[in-house]
């Protein structure tokens, strides 16, 4: 239960003075619901104010803050700008222009004769000076209110920075004073402030670089602990050893060799499987380095062993995947395997319930539904779960508990990680890594184009498809709305419909589950040539056939999230191409991530670089995590802080009491704060 010292900070946010529903729409959008997500919603830079006396064209570019008179005023016809005129003591002019056609409000605000403390970017018009939207006009005697240095926040439509810098300062109010959970020596060593004197100095002034470092290690500290917290849990919690015979594996007829990283990995979850502590173990692999045959080898252990497995994957469509790709591989086996999702009704989900309760059913595949009240197993002993950061430690835990002991846990992902973002996202879990391609599997060739040569590309794939390929079409980024995202795919379809008639589909994440399976499906069979798609989708169907890709405003991506979608061709034995269109005006850090995409198809090199071009923001497509998203360390911070941390909590565990002693009653309060609290709840004692 969550510290009562808590709660003024986990109020809802029309807590705060002045924020009522209108003001709390646009902070909703920012995901900022709660007191405590705006005294987390962190500035990511400022802006510096220079005081002038007068006017002058060297300061054209810079934000000032200057005394000013109106003069005249100028409207445009229909919604045009409104301008007035102003003068600074000395007579030069500046024209303050406001959009939106509102010019009886611009009169009011800026009154003609009166003296006005204004504040914006200045900045040449021909041979004008201007200020467009001034974000201060106040009469001078208000004109103390205007600060030197201004935080800049990420904003939604109807906030400005002024009135979030507000929102932000009431939040700090709320703050209690916390105990202190860092290491004494440390504290003193860094030279870092106590928390809640952090977080009021980083809103003050955003380039206060130790109040933000404090702010990411406190982040990354509750982290590591509730990892350590739950792999103590884990470990502590009485399993059963699952040990194989070897039966079944000896059956299988395999059409190639396993690469060295598989063999080794079987070998490291088979030495897991023969403990009675439970397994908690991360499998990594890239998109097409073999990770289903790890996962059905460690399926056969546990069914030798005379116990059930589960295995759970985050869509339908990928459920549905494999297991397909596990009957084929499994086919000849007596072994009994079924799917569940939330789609099965009626007689199929009682028989495939009724199987699982008398043990019939060896291996489910499914969807989260396959963790609900109603599925009961006979012998749960093994639980693999596909696309791990799409599943909380809260969700896992679930199918864990449906055993009549807690069954071994073997978590998979596609996404390449670092080293440093690995202890930091599993650092409960061992690791193993397949890091060699399977023979045979050909390299995927990428190329980046201009976005004027579209065309090219169209006439590309029109010949692509001529010659019985297919492909896909992923369309840009837009911003942060599956709505914009949409309409420019529905845009693109359109486009290649025109072109190509009935054999362009479309798949979004706004379309029901039935109606995506069919298109997905109809492209699996051929019928459709080209499949468009929004990104907030994963497209994580399996078509050898399709041998090329394009990717519209590659630039716009994470590398990461180039490679996963680049992911989707080279799963045939036919060559495949990726098509990186790019926007005109590149920064470096694009044009960097571009020449890499084009450079290798290691995704595991692809994460560390990721991870050393990118600032703040997402990251490797851990956004969706339910898991571990960090609001305040940004991924720069992580290779320096994130093992200091991880020292700090062991220390902690080993040698300051745990979570019983005098700092460790502190840091379960950090705990709650940080919403990692899941770490409290499994362990019982402490």
Not at 233 to 252: E, N, P, Q, V
Not at 504 to 515: A, D, F, Q, T, W
Request: glycine fraction near 10%; proline fraction near 5%; charged fraction near 25%.
């Amino acid at each position: 239960m969550r510290p009562e010292i808590l709660n003024p900070l986990f109020a809802e946010v029309t807590a705060l003075k002045g924020v009522g529903p209108a003001l709390a729409k646009p902070l909703e959008r920012l995901g900022l619901r709660r007191v405590v997500d705006v005294a987390f919603h962190l500035p990511t830079g400022w802006i510096d104010r220079v005081a002038r006396d007068e006017l002058d064209m060297a300061d054209a570019g810079r934000t000032i803050a200057i005394t000013l008179t109106a003069v005249s005023y100028r409207s445009s016809a229909g919604r045009g700008p409104t301008r007035a005129q102003a003068t600074d003591a000395r007579g030069n002019y500046v024209s303050l222009v406001y959009f939106g056609g509102n010019s009886g409000w611009v009169k009011k605000l800026l009154p003609l004769g009166e003296l006005r403390r204004v504040s914006g970017r200045l900045e040449m018009y021909g041979q004008e000076l201007q200020i467009v939207h001034p974000d201060y006009v106040l009469p001078l005697e208000e004109a103390g209110d205007t600060p030197e240095r201004e935080a800049i926040y990420p904003l939604s439509e109807g906030l400005t920075a002024r009135r979030m810098g507000q929102m932000a300062a009431q939040a700090v109010e709320r703050t209690p004073a916390l105990d202190e959970w860092i290491e004494p020596g440390l504290l003193a060593k860094q030279g870092w402030p106590g928390w809640r004197e952090a977080l009021a100095r980083i809103h003050a002034d955003p380039s206060d670089a130790k109040a933000r470092a404090r702010l990411a290690y406190d982040e990354l500290f509750a982290n590591q602990l509730a990892l350590t917290l739950v792999r103590a849990s884990s470990r502590a919690r009485k399993g059963r050893a699952l040990i194989g015979d070897g039966r079944l594996r000896a059956m299988l007829r395999l059409p190639y060799t396993p690469t060295g990283a598989q063999s080794r990995s079987i070998v490291e979850i088979e030495g897991d499987l023969r403990q009675s502590q439970p397994m908690l173990r991360l499998l990594q692999g890239d998109v097409g380095s073999g990770k289903t045959l790890v996962a059905a080898m460690a399926l056969l252990v546990a069914v030798e062993a005379g116990a059930q497995g589960a295995f759970l994957a985050p869509t339908e469509i990928l459920a549905r995947q494999h297991f397909e790709s596990l009957r084929g591989l499994l086919s000849g086996l007596p072994v009994n395997i079924a799917v569940l999702t939330g789609r099965d009704k009626g007689r199929v989900r009682e028989a495939t319930l009724m199987g699982l309760a008398d043990g019939s059913i060896d291996i489910l595949i499914g969807t989260h539904a396959i963790f609900q009240e109603a599925v009961g197993y006979k012998d749960l002993g093994l639980v693999v779960v596909d696309e791990q950061h799409r599943f909380g430690v809260a969700q896992r835990m679930l199918l864990t508990e449906k055993g009549q002991q807690p069954p071994h846990l073997l978590a998979m992902t596609a996404t390449p990680i670092p080293r440093t973002l690995t202890l930091a996202l599993y650092g409960e879990m061992d690791v193993s890594r397949l890091d060699e391609m399977p023979p045979g599997r050909q390299p995927i060739e990428t190329r980046v184009l201009s976005e004027d040569r579209l065309d090219d590309v169209v006439n590309a794939l029109g010949r692509h498809l001529s010659a019985g390929g297919q492909a896909y079409w992923v369309c840009p980024l837009v911003e942060e709305s599956e709505k914009t995202d949409l309409a420019a795919a529905e845009a693109r379809a359109e486009t290649l419909r025109a072109r190509f008639g009935d054999k362009v589909g479309l798949v979004h994440g706004r379309m029901k589950g039935p109606e995506k399976d069919a298109v997905m499906a109809a492209f699996s069979a051929g019928q459709i040539g080209v499949l468009v798609a929004t990104t907030v989708i994963e497209v994580g169907v399996d078509v050898p056939n399709a041998t090329l890709i394009v990717i519209e405003a590659a630039d716009r991506f994470g590398l990461a999230q180039l490679h996963q979608l680049r992911g989707r061709v080279g799963r045939g034995s036919g060559a495949s191409n990726c098509l990186l269109i790019r926007g005109s005006a590149l920064s470096e850090t694009s044009r960097a991530r571009l020449a890499l995409m084009r450079e290798t198809n290691d995704g595991f090199r692809i994460a560390e670089e990721d991870l050393r071009l990118r600032g703040a923001g997402e990251l490797l497509g851990t956004r969706q995590s339910g898991e571990a998203q960090f609001r305040l360390a940004t991924p720069d911070m992580l290779n320096e802080l994130l093992p200091v941390a991880h020292d700090d909590t062991r220390l902690l565990i080993d040698r300051d009491g745990g979570l019983s002693g005098p700092r460790g009653q502190a840091a379960r309060v950090a705990l709650y704060l940080f919403e990692r609290d899941a770490g409290v709840a499994l362990l019982r004692s402490g």
